[in-house]
T-cell receptor
Framework: NAGVTQTPKFQVLKTGQSMTLQCAQD?????MYWYRQDPGMGLRLIYY???????DKGEVPNGYNVSRLNKREFSLRLESAAPSQTSVYFC????????????FGQGTRLTVV | GENVGLHLPTLSVQEGDNSIINCAYS??????FIWYKQESGKGPQFIID?????DKRQGQRVTVLLNKTVKHLSLQIAATQPGDSAVYFC???????????FGKGTTLSVSS
């Protein structure tokens, strides 16, 4: 049982480049999330999808877009990467948006130079 | 602003001691809380959760206490082991239908 799978694990981008971070879960969860984690900070919510077909902004959505492709997959896109987006990105999923354990992927370490 | 914060960024204990990690939250409407453990290079892992209709919940070697009066959450780890060394985060669900909001974390270091 793979749980939550993120790709890629590492990425280096030049300022202005675009890329998409992929996330897939095999637990038949309704809700999926994208967080970023910076040194000394907790995890900050970028976007979430409470259920298939819906997406909502979190605390730090600027510079990002998301797509809930289907129930399994939730992607995060950086249209024009900036050094401030250097971070570790975590995807998570949970059975319900009303509470309940969220399962996390292993993270994508992104560096923007 | 409102946030879920931890009282101490670091905590150092000896192996075998009991550890207590604290967390303060500011939103009295939050009704669900989770503690996560994050080891270096990995994603957060669930430890234990508690709903606002409870004051205490116990797991294996861990206990979560919730004091709604002062909006305080704590994680107690009994007989702390070197494998418990990690960053611990508390998280709250502030509003049904949204997502967990995390605090900044406490780094627990266990020495032998």
């Amino acid at each position: 049982n793979a749980g939550v799978t993120q790709t890629p694990k590492f990425q280096v981008l030049k300022t202005g480049q675009s890329m998409t971070l992929q996330c897939a879960q095999d637990m038949n969860h309704n809700s999926m999330y994208w967080y970023r984690q910076d040194p000394g900070m907790g995890l900050r919510l970028i976007y979430y999808s409470a259920s298939e077909g819906t997406t909502d902004k979190g605390e730090v959505p600027n510079g990002y877009n998301v797509s809930r492709l289907n129930k399994r997959e939730f992607s995060l896109r950086l249209e024009s990467a900036a050094p401030s987006q250097t971070s570790v990105y975590f995807c998570a999923s949970s059975a319900s948006p009303t509470g309940g354990e969220a399962f996390f992927g292993q993270g994508t370490r992104l560096t923007v130079v | 602003g409102e946030n879920v914060g931890l009282h101490l960024p670091t905590l150092s204990v000896q192996e075998g001691d009991n550890s207590i990690i604290n967390c303060a939250y500011s939103n009295s409407a939050s009704d669900y809380f989770i503690w996560y453990k994050q080891e270096s290079g990995k994603g957060p892992q669930f430890i234990i959760d508690i709903r606002s209709n409870m004051d205490k919940r116990q797991g294996q070697r861990v206990t979560v206490l919730l004091n709604k009066t002062v909006k305080h959450l704590s994680l107690q780890i009994a007989a702390t082991q070197p494998g418990d060394s990690a960053v611990y985060f508390c998280a709250e669900n502030r509003q049904a239908g949204t997502a967990l909001i995390f605090g900044k974390g406490t780094t627990l270091s266990v020495s032998s």
